[in-house]
């Protein structure tokens, strides 16, 4: 198990994402340079807590993009009914 994200590093990255999309990656240490870049974040622990955050969120857009989300056919619900 990982550890849980504050709803402060969440929003940060998520709204840091919608802003500048193009620019991030999966990468942690440019993130971590764009993170750096335009926001003012007093540590340098929670910049990388953000930073790491936005990485996963792109890994997983990166993946949502190239493998289509599985639909249950309908002889596959059958045995739940």
Do not use: C, W
């Not at 790491?52 to 989300?69: D, V």
């Amino acid at each position: 198990m990982g550890r849980i994200k504050t709803t402060l590093v969440k929003s940060v990255a998520r709204k840091l994402i919608k802003e500048h999309e193009q620019e991030f990656t999966s990468e942690f240490d440019k993130n971590k340079e764009i993170v750096d870049k335009y926001t003012t974040v007093a540590s340098a622990k929670l910049r990388n807590m953000i930073a790491g955050y936005t990485a996963r969120l792109m890994k997983q857009k990166a993946i949502s993009e190239t493998q289509p989300r599985r639909r249950m056919q309908e002889e596959d619900l059958s045995k739940f009914y």
